[in-house]
């Protein structure tokens, strides 16, 4: 088979900083906005751009999530001359390595690149929650005839050390890349968001293989070696909303930022039809809310049960908020059960988690409180 | 369960009002995420049965959308499948649109299959029941016929389009009637029939002598009258509903509202499935006020709900207030707007500050589309 662009979407990190909630699933497959999880989003992204190959890399604590992704069926992704692979690492002739970095992963899979044949390979990271299509940067990409496009987010100065940070002329080409500097030059973020012709891809891949002092990662080697060859090198600047959740706290935001009230401008509720989010549909019975429930200002999926205080919150389903319990700007994540008299504020509470009798959650409001225990599972 | 077709029947459905003017019961909206056929269906998938058929008597088209490749509702995708009974001689002739008939025009299903038994079940009466082990005991018995009922005190008000039967201290039905709201306590049919299928062969066989306008229901009642066949009945004892006009649609969905009763059919052990959508979860505004109320996903609610039952991707303005309520999908509901005691159907948008109030005895009724 042939395509024009195919899709990789690195899925394997920790996500350290999620803490409990990435003990036992990988980063991408951690619930978010009441009904998804993360990865929904560059899945969902694809299909709307209408990539029919699309390769998921995982590998921590991969086995709920290569379930999850499956067949790709979730997303559409399993239709006629379309192909979704769960890649994980593997026994070969060689040896058996884990993936050592961004770029070795993609490397380690070349045979399937291979076999998809693509002209364009776009590089996703699995753990960001944005909704838009690829076509225009890929656009850009053609018509500026690029070896490499790469998405940028303008970002607050302030954050800027945080990520790998681009500068660019007034035609966009890039004139200097940092790994996360300590004293950044330009506010432009890399995304992580890379499109290659697959041909120079390829060859920049066993390259870098060959290389026994690199990392094996697209921003600290294969973007800065690009760029010190003087290879066409184009930024495609998105405009909308993008959040790398990777901690707690910002964790939480992205949640709220999905509120009436919050300042999220990916749209859950646009016309059917128009880039929507995909997600797994589960077979929960309807969502219920009590005679005596106070709900404002919420996102709530199907399955849940509210029968106290819930203002500020995302709930996810099969979750069951008692009678006199209250829930204030919180994420409830699937399963969860909050008993009567507990009272909740500025938490994400885990899948699976039981707030008891009266029990009080960061009612000092601390920063974030994550509590995860699965005892409502037991 | 491998030697079991299931039929789902559209046949003996009653109309539910104007709600049921154009489309089936079957694929009619219940609960704000079911249609009515998703309970037969997700008995015949948690009883493991993965030959289905679906007798349509017309409208078609919404019984098609709502089942699409059937893949919602069976256990594997390659060895479940689904068969699409439509009589097109009943379309023409409405008299003779019968299960029976429709059976007739599409027989090969049963010659087509390995099948031994066929286990009958209608959209309309919504209950959980695990089959097994009433094919089981069908089949150890080695009856012809099992037909299940359930014993009730109040059939002068329920199940008043049903069926009742006289039952034999054997267990084995004696008479057949229809109930015409005389008797309190009866038997009400459930229109749960399990058939042996060379005993189902030789009704359609005989159909044609007997009277060609019977159905499945008559047809029965002509066997046990003539002795011809012993038809063993079995009692089932959980909750059953059977809706048969507007007004029972909106008692027995308000019913649920009771988390003591929806327990009665929504069991952890027993999902019900149905075709899902992909829509986001409902979102609710800073002044909303919900209590007492199903919503679904999609929703976009900012005004206050109660009592009430919402379908998918229902938006209700600021201001707005809905009290004992259903209403179906892509329904608008603008500001300052009141309502009380109304049904609105499908893609209805009612504009600010409209008052409609319905009284729980008499409710009032949108129709699909109506913009207000």
């Known amino acids: 088979m042939s395509t024009k662009l195919a899709a990789m979407i690195l899925a394997g990190g ?95 899979n070349i045979d399937w690149l291979d076999r998809v044949e693509p002209e364009y390979v776009l590089i996703l990271s699995g753990d960001h929650v944005y909704s838009c299509t690829y076509d225009a940067m890929l656009k850009k990409t053609i018509d500026e005839n690029s070896d490499c496009t790469i998405a940028v987010y303008p970002v607050a100065w302030e954050e800027a050390s945080r990520f790998g940070i681009l500068v660019t002329d007034k035609n966009d080409n890039i004139t200097d890349f940092q790994e996360k500097p300590k004293k950044p030059i330009s506010n432009l973020a890399s995304m992580g968001i890379y499109i290659f012709p697959y041909k120079v891809l390829r060859a920049e891949l066993i390259a870098d293989a060959k290389d026994p002092a690199s990392e094996h990662d697209f921003g600290k080697n294969i973007i800065p070696k690009m760029m010190a060859e003087k290879k066409k090198m184009v930024a495609y600047t998105y405009h909308g909303y993008w959040k790398d959740v990777g901690t707690v706290a910002s964790l939480h935001q992205a949640n709220m930022d999905l509120l009436i009230t919050g300042d999220s401008t990916t749209n859950l509720y646009t016309v059917q039809g128009d880039n929507r989010i995909y997600s797994e549909d589960t077979h929960s019975s309807p969502q219920y809310i009590g005679p005596k429930a106070k709900l404002t200002d919420s996102l709530i999926n199907q399955g849940a049960v509210v029968l106290g205080e819930v203002d500020h919150c995302v709930v996810s389903g099969e979750t069951l908020i008692e009678e006199g319990a209250s829930c204030k700007n919180s994420v409830i994540m699937n399963g969860a059960i909050i008993r009567k008299g507990a009272l909740v504020e500025d938490s994400i509470i885990g899948p699976d988690t039981l707030i008891d009798t009266d029990e009080k959650v960061n009612l000092e409001h601390d920063g974030i409180a994550l509590v995860v225990n699965g005892k409502a599972a037991q | 369960m491998k030697d079991v077709i299931a039929l789902l029947n559209c046949h003996n459905s009653p109309e539910l009002g104007e709600l049921t003017s154009s489309r089936p019961l079957a694929s009619t909206s219940f609960l704000g995420r079911y249609a009515f ?232 052990d027993w999902p019900i499935y149905t075709l899902t959508h992909d829509t986001p979860p409902a979102l609710y505004g800073e002044k909303s006020a919900i209590t007492n109320s199903f919503i679904s996903n999609g929703c976009l609610i900012e005004g206050e709900v109660h009592d009430s039952i919402i379908c998918r991707n229902v938006k209700i303005a600021k201001g707005a207030k809905i009290t004992r309520s259903i209403i179906l999908s892509n329904v608008s509901i603008g500001t300052l707007v009141t309502l009380s005691d109304v049904v609105i159907d499908k893609y209805s948008i009612v504009t600010a500050r409209h008052t409609i109030a319905g009284d729980p005895a008499n409710v009032i009724y949108l129709k699909q589309g109506a913009i207000l």
């Open chain 2, 37 to 268: 056929a998703d309970f037969a269906l997700s008995n015949f998938c948690n009883s493991e049965i993965q030959n289905v058929g679906i007798l349509v008597k017309d409208h078609q088209r919404s019984v098609l959308k709502h089942m699409g490749n059937m893949m919602s509702w069976v256990v594997n995708t390659k060895i479940g499948h689904e068969t699409i009974f439509y009589n097109e001689k009943g379309q023409l002739n409405p008299a003779y649109n019968s299960d029976i008939n429709n059976i007739k025009e599409n027989d090969w299903v049963l010659y087509d299959s390995n099948a031994s038994y066929i286990v009958f079940e209608s959209a309309h009466i919504v209950l959980d029941i695990d089959l097994r082990p009433l094919i089981e005991e069908h089949k150890a018995r080695g009856e012809a016929m099992t037909v299940v009922y359930k014993k009730i005190d109040d059939a002068d008000a329920e199940f008043t389009h049903g069926h009742l039967y006289d039952i034999d201290d054997n267990g084995y039905v004696s008479a057949i009637h229809k109930n015409d709201g005389q008797k309190k306590t009866a038997n009400v049919s459930l229109e749960i029939w399990i058939v042996n299928r060379t005993v189902l062969a030789d009704m359609i066989n005989r159909h044609q002598m007997v009277d060609a306008a019977f159905g499945m229901r008559e047809m029965i009642g002509y066997l046990c009258k003539n002795k011809i066949i012993k038809v063993h009945a079995v009692e089932f004892k959980g909750y059953a509903r059977c809706f048969d006009s507007l007004e029972n649609y909106v008692k027995y969905s308000f019913e649920l509202l009771d988390r003591n009763v929806a327990q009665q059919l929504f069991k952890p």
């Open chain 1, 14 to 108: 920790k996500g350290t900083r999620l803490q409990a909630l990435t003990k036992k699933v990988a980063k991408p497959a951690v619930s978010y906005g009441g009904k998804y999880r993360i990865i929904d989003f560059p899945l969902s992204n694809c299909a709307n751009s209408g990539i029919t190959c699309v390769g998921v890399l995982t590998q921590y604590e991969s086995s709920e999530l290569n379930t999850y992704v499956g067949n790709g069926e979730k997303w559409g992704l399993n239709g006629v001359r379309s192909l979704t692979s769960v890649l994980t690492p593997k026994q070969t002739d060689e040896g058996s390595n884990w993936y050592l970095g961004t770029a070795d992963a993609i490397y380690q």
